[in-house]
């Protein structure tokens, strides 16, 4: 079992930018694929983007395309979600996860066996 740990959630302004973090630790990291989730109260996790282990490939979700960016350092196991132009309904509770293999068509929370904890990004109006 892979452990990850999230960072890097706040308070921004609409318009504004911020990175989040997730280490990963225990079981290596080597070849899985990373993810990026978020959640809102009340409503189901949705599927934000991933990166394959080599970085060459990833996905994103269509509200998010152009916005975000994932990518990873595998020396420092950890990947990162760069997010700009946030917009008030960006505001979610973000998780990274990690599965063993790279596939365009994993984008259901059960595609993924492995979840951090989440941070909090709340962007104001």
């Known amino acids: 079992q892979v452990q990850l740990v999230e960072s890097g959630g706040g308070l921004v302004q609409a318009g504004g930018s911020l990175r989040l973090s997730c280490a990963a630790s225990?079981?290596?990291?080597?070849?899985?694929?990373m993810g990026w989730f978020r959640q809102e109260p009340g409503k189901e996790r949705e599927f934000v983007a991933a990166?394959?282990?080599?970085?060459?490939?990833?996905n994103y979700a269509d509200s998010v395309k152009g916005r975000f960016t994932i990518s990873r350092d595998n020396a420092k196991n950890t990947v990162y979600l760069q997010m700009r132009n946030l917009k008030p309904e960006d505001t979610a509770v973000y998780s990274c996860?990690?599965?063993?293999?790279?596939?365009?068509?994993?984008?259901?929370?059960?595609?993924?066996?492995?979840w951090g904890q989440g941070t909090q990004v709340t962007v104001s109006s």
């Open positions: 996860a990690a599965r063993p293999y790279y596939s365009e068509d994993a984008k259901k929370v059960s595609d993924f066996g492995s």
């Open positions: 225990g079981r290596t990291f080597t070849g899985y694929t």
């Open positions: 990166i394959s282990w080599g970085g060459g490939r990833s």
